[in-house]
């Protein structure tokens, strides 16, 4: 068996293919044209791109400014993967990277005019069952979260996107981690590390690691995803429980500081996070209650129920993205198959759009410019 996937992969590495998409579960283991982008007007098209699991293809689509609506671009979904979980993009939108938990982590360019996807630039393995991904704001670094045994492995991304491994690698993350993010000021990385809490470290010149230490959330809760809002001043973590931990970062070292009147309360099993680009608003997937808890983010960090919130999603919502513009979220269901899209209104209200079928088992979602 382990000689015929070797073949399959050399075949599929050797003839290229399109792929891509952004957050996963370890429960999943056994997250055409322009349209309105702004055709002659100067603004370049924009994308999301969705892993589907169970079907092993990328689905592609273009993103209306004006509407948030998606349309599916010629040719998509995108076949040549095995088992795709979980993708990132660079900054640019210019680079896809997406997790596949049979061949690695593949780095895909992006085709700006089309959103086709080009030849892969790389495809390294990264530790047994990674299924998380993040890429470091100034590009040159990527950093993918391995389940079995629970490890962080580094790369450093160079043209095209094509990966070279960093010394010093793989890191321990814990014995479950579920997720890892760099904050926008890519000077720390956080591992949510499940019931051994929210791991801080630093990120060196090189792209190496220095942990900070492990931080523990709120009574009973577990560490299930963590985001960062804009401004790297708070952190968001969802503890699988009750709700959301928010904690203030330290500038020095990035350590996290529980924030007053923690946790606050979401919906059933919260499992993902996502602030918008404005970093006005926090959202947050309950993957028991079938919905998307909205806040606001207040100038302490506290957070502020949105009116009208939780907002109904499909059946077991599993990621979620906000549109660079800051007008629109995306969430994928598992159980479904579909993608909810919705307006983020003022104060943080959803305003649900419509809902598009995709693949089998929609695992993750990135939009990007």
């Known amino acids: 068996m382990r000689t015929r996937w070797l073949v399959l992969v050399i075949a599929l590495l050797l003839t290229g293919f399109t792929a891509c998409g952004f957050f996963v579960d370890e429960d999943d283991n056994g997250d055409n044209g322009n349209g309105g982008n702004g055709g002659g007007t100067g603004i370049p098209p924009r994308f999301a791109y969705v892993t589907n699991l169970d079907s092993s293809v990328l689905s592609g689509f273009t993103v209306d400014a ?3 609506a998606l349309t599916e671009i010629g040719g998509s979904p995108f076949t040549g993967l095995l088992q795709p979980i979980a993708v990132a993009s660079d900054s640019g939108g210019n680079v896809l990277f997406v997790i596949d938990q049979l061949m690695g982590v593949i780095s895909l360019p992006i085709d700006r005019s089309t959103g086709l996807l080009q030849t892969a630039s790389s495809t390294l393995t990264a530790g047994a069952e990674p299924i ?4 470091a704001p100034s590009n040159n670094f990527l950093y993918v979260l391995s389940l079995n045994p629970g490890t962080i492995h580094g790369f450093r991304i160079g043209t095209s996107g ?3 491994r960093l010394s010093g690698f793989p890191i321990a993350a814990g ?3 579920q997720s890892l993010t760099v904050d926008p000021g890519g000077r720390f990385l956080y591992v949510a590390s499940d019931t051994a809490g929210t791991w801080v470290f ?3 010149t090189n792209g190496g690691l220095t942990k900070v230490r492990e931080v523990p959330g709120s009574t009973g809760a577990v560490s299930r995803d963590v985001v960062v809002e804009k401004n790297s001043r708070f952190a968001y973590v969802a503890n699988g ?13 990035g350590d ?12 059933t099993t919260p499992r993902r996070l996502a602030v918008d680009p404005t970093g006005r608003f926090l959202f947050v997937l309950n993957q028991g209650s079938d919905n998307v808890s909205a806040f606001q983010i207040n100038a302490d960090g506290s957070l502020t129920a949105s009116t009208g919130s939780p907002f109904a999603a499909g059946n077991d919502p599993r990621a979620v993205s906000a549109d660079p513009s800051g007008n629109f979220l995306y969430v994928t269901n598992l159980t479904d198959s579909t993608i909810t899209s919705y307006r ?4 943080g209200v959803l305003t649900r759009l419509n809902t598009l079928p995709t693949p089998a088992r929609p695992t993750s979602i990135v939009t990007m410019r």
């Open 66 to 68: 004006s509407s948030g």
């Open 132 to 135: 998380a991904l993040t890429v």
């Open 162 to 164: 094509a990966l070279t």
């Open 175 to 177: 014995s479950n981690p």
């Open 202 to 204: 630093t990120i060196n």
């Open 241 to 253: 429980v009750s709700g959301v931990d928010a904690y203030s970062i330290n500038s020095s070292n």
């Open 256 to 267: 996290l500081n529980m924030i007053a009147n923690s946790p606050f309360q979401a919906g």
């Open 344 to 347: 983020i209104g003022s104060g």
